[in-house]
């Protein structure tokens, strides 16, 4: 078999599915991730307009996993080698927004669920992904993490999820360092305002609360072109890496004062 071999966590919905869609089209075998056995194979089966007979495309490795569970990721990446004999690409993705709730209000539990996906979630994938690329021949990959401009700038209510974005750059930036002797490479894409369903959770369509009090309907972008920059990051050749990338709609209040 021909192609690249990428693992996609949350590849069931949203920013997850797309790409690992796009790099299906671009010819890598991707493993698909997440807790959902049903819409990993919904996502293996390609675009809605697609024709589909029920069968998983021979480039396409559906493997439910829960990214908290130590003994799953190690047996994500366990199945992939199995396979396919190695990894190329990790897009560490699984996520989850959090409670919309203040500092001074959130309940512990739900800030330890949150950390434990965005965070834990994150590295034990990453460490998955590092111990098979720096014992395979040839050696080295490059890991891909999806941060969010909330790793730059938080919304207001949001402080697990912030403060878990804030932490996977750090992740990504110890993952680039220590992976150097091996040719291991990170690098990390922030996303704003993409059209997938956690973009309804914050109200953005409808009004998403602003840093003033006030709700503002915010833009949007086709989460495809999302999808293509990571391909982008993915298909670099080894010898460069792109560290951090932000990626916004156009319009959206970021940058500046809104």
């Not at 069931?12 to 599915?17: D, K």
């Not at 959902?36 to 589909?52: F, H, I």
């Not at 922030?190 to 833009?219: F, H, K, Y």
Request: proline share 5%; with cysteine.
């Amino acid at each position: 078999m021909s192609g690249r071999i990428a693992v996609v966590t949350g590849a069931g919905s949203g920013i997850g599915r797309a790409v690992a869609r796009t790099m299906l089209e671009a010819g890598y075998r991707v493993a698909l991730a997440g807790r959902r056995e049903a819409a990993l194979a919904e996502t293996a089966a390609g675009r809605p307009d697609a024709p589909w007979n029920g069968a998983i495309p021979s480039r396409a490795l559906v493997v439910p996993t829960d990214v908290t569970v130590e003994a799953e990721v190690d047996a994500l990446f366990d199945r992939v080698v199995q396979e396919w004999g190695r990894v190329d690409v990790l897009f560490n993705n699984a996520g989850a927004f959090g409670p919309a709730v203040s500092a001074a209000d959130i309940c512990l539990d739900d800030w330890e669920r949150t950390l434990a996906v965005n965070v834990t979630g994150a590295l034990l994938c990453a460490r998955g992904a590092m111990r098979v690329m720096r014992a395979q021949d040839p050696q080295g990959g490059r890991i891909i993490n999806n941060g969010s401009i909330s790793a730059q700038a938080p919304r207001p209510l949001s402080v697990a999820y912030a403060v878990s974005k804030h932490a996977l750059t750090g992740l990504t930036r110890s993952i680039d360092l220590d992976g150097r002797p091996y040719r291991i490479s990170c690098g990390q894409i922030d996303i704003g305002n993409t059209r997938t369903e956690i973009m309804d959770e914050l109200g953005v369509g409808s009004g998403a609360l602003q840093a003033d009090g006030s709700r503002r309907v915010e833009p949007t972008f086709d989460v495809e072109a999302a999808a293509r920059t990571v391909l982008f990051m993915a298909d670099l050749p080894a010898e460069a890496n792109i560290g951090a990338l932000t990626v916004t709609a156009s319009g959206m209040p970021f940058g500046g004062r809104g």
